[in-house]
């Protein structure tokens, strides 16, 4: 009976760590210290791709035969790219944006070993918010604090109350890890899963 490789989940992030654990495969998690800082002109898919890859092998690097797991989000609305907003003024004015608005969440995914090419997969869930005004975008921000999220809000707490509708191929890839995909590229690295 092969052993189970070893798998590192390059994040930090306690959303991509508890949609990992529902895979049951045993993991570690580790910073990957990933300059995130866009490129000149990169799309915003194009930047959700990149830093993907580049936790994923940054991390791979420091772990000969390890497999490791990195995922980049970018939110897009009206083709600006949105990060983590990092406070509550920014938040408010992520929010503010898309209010009314269809947004794009592009979520990067990238399964690599060292030595090895490394295994992608990319998914994009278009939000469309709800018109929000001033008051409730402030109880919401107060209520919930997601500063640390791209796009200003959690869909798996109060934030699912902003939108008008959710478009996607797999509800966990909002979150911030995209479980099918992650699924599959596991499987074709050689994990067990159903």
Not at 16 to 21: D, K, S, V
Not at 137 to 165: H, N, T, V
């Amino acid at each position: 009976m092969n052993a189970t490789p070893r798998l590192i989940l390059a994040s930090t992030s306690i959303y991509r760590r508890e949609l990992l654990a529902r895979l049951r495969l045993p993991f570690e998690t580790e910073r990957p210290g990933t300059d995130e800082t866009p490129l000149p002109g990169e799309a915003p898919e194009a930047l959700a791709r990149r830093l993907a890859r580049a936790k994923a092998t940054d991390v791979a690097a420091l772990h000969p035969g390890a497999w490791v797991i990195g995922s980049d989000q970018v939110a897009e609305c009206a083709g600006l790219a949105l990060g983590k907003p990092g406070g509550h003024e920014a938040a408010a004015a992520q929010l503010t944006a898309m209010s009314g608005q269809p947004v794009r969440f592009h979520t990067g995914l990238c399964v690599a070993r060292a030595g090895e090419p490394p295994l992608e997969a990319m998914d994009c869930t278009v939000v469309r918010f709800r018109e929000l005004d001033a008051g409730e975008i402030e109880r919401y921000l107060r209520a919930e604090q997601p500063y640390d999220c791209a796009g200003s809000f959690k869909s798996e707490g109060l934030g699912i109350g902003l939108f008008e509708a959710i478009e996607n191929r797999d509800p966990t890839a909002l979150i911030g890890l995209p479980l099918i995909a992650a699924a599959r590229l596991l499987r074709q690295a050689g994990f067990r899963l159903p």
